[in-house]
T-cell receptor, first 112, second 113 residues
């Protein structure tokens, strides 16, 4: 699986969009980009995943660059409850999910 | 609420002891995953079961073992416990083997004294 690089921390004002970047320059053609988040000591929560097209769901949007070497998770209107560690994971589509590597993630702090 | 349940929530035990952590996956999910999260090592994948069979192994110690039962619940057994085994242990489940979306339980906090 490709390695990912994320900034260790970011701040965002409440009500503004939070844009969390992830670099995955060694991504292969059959690898998906996944995002999870973990709110203080709770179990990680799945957010979204994508292959090459931009994706949107009720929680967030995922923007993947055309060369697929980086992506951005967008929380459109961040709230205090969005304060969490956000993990970007890259994984081959049809291999076993168990070997996903979560890495260190980005600690997002949403401030009032 | 993810639909994944784990018991117990907290466990305090002494070095050298053995404990069993239990996980019930979401209804309909066939895959169960176990993860360990300690302060200095982040979230580490331990093992995956799919429909009763072991399908992937990560950084699981030989002192640790797991199984998935016919009703799809899973147990993680930790033996000869050491202080370094103190951590949060998470169970996750997914519908299929590939686990595009994994749903995590609330975790069991194990403290070894």
């Amino acid at each position: 699986d490709a390695k990912t690089t994320q900034p260790p921390s970011m701040d965002c004002a409440e009500g503004r969009a939070a844009n969390l970047p992830c670099n995955h320059s060694t991504i292969s053609g059959n690898e998906y980009v996944y995002w999870y988040r973990q709110i203080h000591s709770q179990g990680p929560q799945y957010i979204i995943h994508g292959l090459k097209n931009n994706e949107t769901n009720e929680m967030a949007s995922l923007i993947i660059t055309e060369d697929r070497k980086s992506s951005t998770l967008i929380l459109p209107h961040a709230t205090l409850r969005d304060t969490a560690v956000y993990y970007c994971i890259v994984r081959v589509a049809h291999t076993n999910a168990g070997k996903s590597t979560f890495g260190d993630g980005t600690t997002l702090t949403v401030k009032p | 609420d993810s639909g994944v349940t784990q018991t117990p929530k907290h466990l305090i035990t002494a070095t050298g002891q053995r404990v069993t952590l239990r996980c019930s996956p979401r209804s309909g999910d066939l895959s169960v995953y176990w993860y360990q999260q300690s302060l200095d090592q982040g979230l580490q994948f331990l093992i995956q079961y799919y429909n009763g069979e072991e399908r992937a192994k990560g950084n699981i110690l030989e002192r640790f073992s797991a199984q998935q039962f016919p009703d799809l619940h899973s147990e993680l057994n930790l033996s000869s416990l050491e202080l370094g085994d103190s951590a949060l242990y998470f169970c996750a489940s997914s519908v299929g083997l590939q686990g595009y979306e994994q749903y995590f339980g609330p975790g069991t906090r194990l403290t070894v004294t």
